[in-house]
């Protein structure tokens, strides 16, 4: 799903040590993120906790946006992702890739244009796009009855 256009901002603020308040709109809530222990105190989600929420949040939003488009329902949509994080040739620690699960809250068999909404959604997702030439995202996308309706590109990665 795409962000309004523009230029969308985010203020951190060093609260102690490794916490950082996130503050975005004035209207919105202010997000306490903060490192896991021995560095932090994990009282909030970590940067790569949030990387793995964005590119859930972005392709969730594409897919609903996708349905809705056809006048379908396919909530409620559940997303898990799983982020693999290990060190690369220099040693560095770095997000390795995406592991993402969609959901949908119904059996695929209740929707039309299923095949026409999976075979493009995730090109409208902002973040993943944005990221896949560093990150490979790993989609799976299931209904309720459990039904694998789209496995990861094995070509991708």
């Known amino acids: 799903m795409s962000a309004p256009e523009g230029s969308p901002s985010v203020v951190l603020v060093q609260r102690q040590d490794y916490q950082f308040e996130h503050h975005y709109a004035p209207e919105l809530p202010v997000l306490l993120a903060d490192e896991p222990a021995p560095l932090g105190t994990g009282l909030g989600p970590d940067p790569v906790e949030l990387l793995a929420s964005a590119v859930g949040n972005c392709l969730s939003a594409s897919l609903l946006?996708?349905?809705?488009?056809?006048?379908q329902a396919p909530d409620p949509l559940r997303t898990e992702v799983r982020a693999q994080v290990g060190r690369n040739e220099r040693?560095?620690?770095r997000v390795l890739g995406l592991?993402?699960?969609?959901t949908l809250g119904v059996p695929a068999a209740s929707?039309?244009?299923v095949e026409r909404v999976l075979g493009s959604f995730e090109d409208y997702c902002t973040v993943t796009q944005s990221i896949t030439g560093s990150v490979p995202v790993a989609l799976t996308v299931m209904d309720s009855t459990g039904a694998v309706l789209k496995a990861p590109d094995t070509a991708a990665g």
Request: net charge positive; proline share 0%; charged share 35%.
């Open 65 to 71: 946006f996708a349905f809705r488009k056809y006048k």
């Open 91 to 93: 040693n560095r620690m």
């Open 99 to 102: 592991d993402v699960q969609l």
């Open 111 to 113: 929707l039309e244009h």
